[in-house]
């Protein structure tokens, strides 16, 4: 069982760009899950999060700019980034706070990370 991400990369200020986040293995469901990113010498911090039944939240500097959002069927995990500024630039990554399949429950799962970088 894993998390990928895909879909980061070089961008400039005022471009887009959609984060994906595909949980692998055999999983019968998945809680709540999120994006969070950490920037060189900076620690983690949280930019959105969705329940299994959508509920939405995110950090201010998300507001009004970035949109989560989740396929369950699919088991994916989206970040819709527009407007990106050279301040988001940093390594995104995707975390499930439970998944449960025919092992059981496992929590708090990260990905490996995308990076995604802002030019000005």
């Known amino acids: 069982v894993q998390l990928v991400e895909s879909g980061g990369g070089l961008v400039q200020a005022g471009g887009s760009l959609r984060l994906s986040c595909a949980a692998l293995g055999s999983i019968f469901s998945i809680g709540d899950m999120g994006w969070y990113r950490q920037a060189p010498g900076k620690q983690r911090e949280l930019v959105a999060t969705?329940?299994?039944?959508?509920?939405?939240t995110y950090a201010d500097s998300a507001k009004g700019r970035f949109t989560i959002s989740r396929d369950n069927a699919k088991k994916e995990l989206y970040l819709q980034m527009n407007n990106l500024r050279p301040d988001d630039t940093a390594v995104y990554y995707c975390?499930?706070?439970?998944?449960?399949?025919?092992?059981?429950?496992?929590?708090?799962?990260w990905g490996q990370g995308t990076q995604v970088t802002v030019s000005s």
């Open positions: 975390k499930a706070d439970r998944m449960v399949g025919n092992w059981g429950p496992l929590y708090d799962s």
């Open positions: 969705i329940s299994s039944d959508d509920y939405t």
